[in-house]
C-alpha cells in the first residue's frame, strides 16, 4: 500500500490495485473478450470468428512459408495448437493491459479495441468473413472484454470505510487518544475472487457451447439425405487380389482413413443449397451450376490414387479412393475454352488456390469434378459438396476442395496458392513405391515371409517392382490387380528369411520404362525421391 503523499494525514491512501489483482482481471476480461467473439460469430453463423480468422491469417502469412513446418503444418493437431497459441498469446496479452492499467486505466479499453481491431481485420479480409459479422464479433468481444474489466477493476479496488475501532474489554489496554473511529481502505476478497471465478466460468462456457455449434458438421445431414445420381461409367476395383499380407494397404482407402491435408483451421461447412460453382476467365461462354444441377449431369465413377506432394518416402500421405464426378471436360466443353487459356486454376470457398496446365484436362487422362467418395457424397474434411480429382498431379496444383470457381487464365497470369510460397508450379506425382510389409525393426522368424506393399504412377501405371534385399540382385516381385493406370498396385514377394539383420529396398519402373531414382530428395520444392527400404531382424 502507497504511504499518503499529500494533504492531512488522516486522509485514506489513495485507492491502488494489487499487481496481482490487475493481472488477474486482464487475464479474465480477455477471456470474456474471446468468448463474446466466439459467442458472436456462432450467433452471425459466420464461418470464422476473430481468433480463427488470425489463425488463418498466421498460416497464410508466416507459417506456409517455413517449408519444413509446412509439411507438418497441416496436421490437425498443429492447427489446435495453433489456435491455442493465440489464445495463450491474447490472455497474456490481458495480463500486460491489467497491469498497465494501474498507471493509467485508459490503457485496458485501448488495449482491448486495438485486440478487437485486430480480430475484425482479420475476419473481413477472410475469403469467409464478411466485414458486417467482423464488425459484429469484434464489437462484442471488446464491449465484453472492457465490462468484464470494469466490472472486475471495480471489485478489485480498495474501498474506504470508517469503522469504530474495537473495543478492547480490559481498560488498561485501550491506549490514550484512540479516536472513536478510524478510517481504513480494505478489499472486497470475496467479491473479486466470486467475480473473477463467475466470469471464467461464463466465458468457458460460451466458448465451448460456441466451438460445439460451430465445428458441427452441418454438412453430414445434407450428405445423408443426398441421393447420388447413376454414373454413365464405372472403372471399379478388381473384385479381389491375388494375394494379401497381413498390414499390406487395401487397394481401396478406407473414407475414414484417408489422408486429409489442407490450410483450412476450421474444416468449410458448405450449404449446397447456396452453393454455385463458377466457370469463368478465358472462355467463351462463362456459366454457374448449381449442386443438384451438377449432379444431374451425366457422370463417371474413376478410381484414382492422390498423393499430397509432402509426401515422404515410405509416407502415407496418399489414398486411392473411388470419385464420381463430372468430366471436367465437360464442363470446359460447355464454356468453350479460348485459345491461350493455359492455366486452369480451381478455387476455393476458404481461398485456396491451385493450378494446372489447360492440356492435362484434355490429354483424355481422368480430371472430374467430383462430388462423391467411396459410394458417398464427399466428406465436409474431403471436400463437400464438390472438388478437383486429376489423376497424376499432386494435390497442391490440382485438388481444389470446397470447389467455388474454375477459372481458365494463362500459365503466367496466375500462381496458385503453394507456389508464392516456394512450392514448384508443376506438380506431377513421382513414380514411387513403398514397402508395408514387414514394418520397420520387424523381427521375423527364419523361412518364408512375405514382402508387399503398394506403388503408384497415377496416369501412367506401373510396370515393374523389384525387391533388394541387403547387397543381393532385384528381384521382380508379384503385382495385384487395378482398376486403371490411375491407381497404385499392391505388390508381393515371398521371401525366404535368413537369420541375421537386413536391409529390404523396393523400386519401381513405370509404363514409360523409368526406374525411380535412388537419389533421395526431400518433398520441397516438387515432390520427394529415393527408395524406401525397411530394417529388419530375422532369428
Ligand atoms: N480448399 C483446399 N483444397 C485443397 C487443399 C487446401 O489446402 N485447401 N490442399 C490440397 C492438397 S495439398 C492436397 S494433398 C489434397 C488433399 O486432399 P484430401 O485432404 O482429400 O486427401 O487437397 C488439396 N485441396
Ligand atoms: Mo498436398
Redesign the pocket.
Known amino acids: 500500500m502507497q504511504p499518503p503523499t499529500t494533504g492531512r494525514p488522516t486522509e485514506v491512501p489513495s485507492p491502488t490495485i494489487s499487481r496481482r489483482a490487475a493481472a488477474m482481471s486482464g487475464f479474465v476480461a480477455a477471456g470474456v473478450a474471446l468468448a463474446a467473439g466466439e459467442l458472436a460469430a456462432a450467433a452471425v453463423d459466420s464461418a470464422q470468428s476473430p481468433v480463427t480468422a488470425v489463425g488463418s491469417e498466421f498460416i497464410d502469412r508466416f507459417a506456409a512459408r517455413l517449408k519444413e513446418l509446412a509439411v507438418r503444418l497441416?496436421g490437425t493437431n498443429d492447427k489446435k495448437a495453433l489456435v491455442t497459441g493465440i489464445v495463450v498469446v491474447s490472455l497474456i496479452l490481458g495480463i500486460v493491459l491489467g497491469l498497465a492499467a494501474r498507471r493509467r486505466w485508459i490503457a485496458a479499453p485501448l488495449g482491448f479495441a486495438a485486440f478487437g481491431a485486430v480480430g475484425a481485420w482479420a475476419m473481413s479480409t477472410d475469403p469467409q468473413g464478411t466485414t458486417s459479422d467482423a464488425v459484429i464479433c469484434a464489437a462484442a468481444a471488446v464491449l465484453s472484454g472492457v465490462a468484464a474489466f470494469g466490472l472486475l477493476w471495480r471489485l478489485a479496488r480498495p474501498s474506504a470505510i470508517s469503522i469504530r475501532p474495537p473495543q478492547d474489554p480490559s481498560p488498561s489496554a485501550t491506549p490514550v487518544g484512540t479516536p472513536a473511529r478510524i478510517r481504513q481502505t480494505i478489499v472486497d476478497r470475496r467479491a473479486f475472487l466470486a467475480g473473477t471465478a463467475g466470469l471464467a466460468v461464463v466465458a468457458g462456457s460460451a466458448t465451448a457451447w460456441s466451438r460445439r455449434v460451430r465445428s458441427a458438421d452441418t454438412v453430414a445431414a445434407v450428405r445423408r439425405s443426398t441421393v447420388l445420381p447413376r454414373p454413365r461409367r464405372s472403372t471399379l476395383p478388381p473384385a479381389s487380389q491375388p494375394f494379401d499380407a497381413p498390414g499390406l494397404t487395401p487397394y481401396v482407402t478406407a473414407t475414414d482413413d484417408?489422408?486429409?491435408?489442407?490450410?483450412?483451421l476450421l474444416t468449410p461447412q458448405v450449404d449446397p443449397a447456396g452453393w454455385i460453382l463458377s466457370l469463368k476467365g478465358m472462355v467463351d461462354s462463362p456459366f454457374s451450376i448449381t449442386y443438384d444441377e451438377l449432379l444431374a449431369m451425366e457422370s463417371v465413377e474413376e478410381t484414382v490414387t492422390?498423393?499430397?506432394?509432402?509426401n515422404e518416402v515410405g509416407g502415407h500421405?496418399v489414398?486411392n479412393a473411388v470419385w464420381q464426378g463430372v468430366p471436367l471436360s465437360a464442363l470446359l466443353d460447355r464454356a468453350g475454352v479460348r485459345d491461350g487459356a493455359t492455366q486452369i486454376v480451381g478455387r476455393?470457398v476458404?481461398g485456396?488456390t491451385?493450378g494446372f496446365p489447360t492440356a492435362a484436362a484434355l490429354d483424355g487422362r481422368t480430371a472430374l469434378v467430383a462430388y462423391a467418395m467411396n459410394g458417398e457424397p464427399l466428406p465436409a474434411?474431403?471436400?463437400f459438396p464438390a472438388?478437383l480429382v486429376v489423376s497424376g498431379l499432386?494435390?497442391?496444383v490440382s485438388?481444389?476442395?470446397?470447389l467455388e470457381s474454375i477459372e481458365l487464365t494463362t500459365w503466367e497470369d496466375f500462381d496458385g496458392?503453394?507456389v508464392p510460397r516456394g512450392w514448384s508450379k508443376e506438380g506431377p506425382i513421382k513414380t514411387m513405391s513403398r514397402i508395408d510389409v514387414p514394418s520397420n525393426d520387424a523381427e521375423l522368424v527364419a523361412g518364408p515371409q512375405p514382402i508387399a506393399g503398394v506403388a503408384w504412377a497415377p496416369n501412367i501405371g506401373i510396370e515393374r517392382i523389384e525387391v533388394q534385399v541387403d547387397d543381393g540382385g532385384w528381384i521382380e516381385a508379384e503385382l495385384g490387380r487395378t482398376a486403371s493406370d490411375d491407381t497404385w498396385v499392391q505388390w508381393h514377394l515371398a521371401w525366404d528369411a535368413t537369420p541375421g539383420r537386413h536391409r529390404i529396398q523396393v523400386r519401381a519402373t513405370d509404363a514409360t520404362g523409368y526406374t525411380q531414382t535412388a537419389v533421395r530428395a526431400d518433398p520441397a520444392p516438387d515432390g520427394a525421391t529415393g527408395w524406401h527400404f525397411r530394417d529388419v531382424t530375422v532369428a
Open positions: 497441416f484417408f489422408y486429409r491435408i489442407d490450410t483450412a492422390i498423393q499430397c506432394v509432402s500421405l489414398g476455393s476458404d485456396f491451385a474434411d474431403h471436400g472438388r499432386y494435390g497442391y485438388a481444389t476442395k470446397w496458392y503453394w
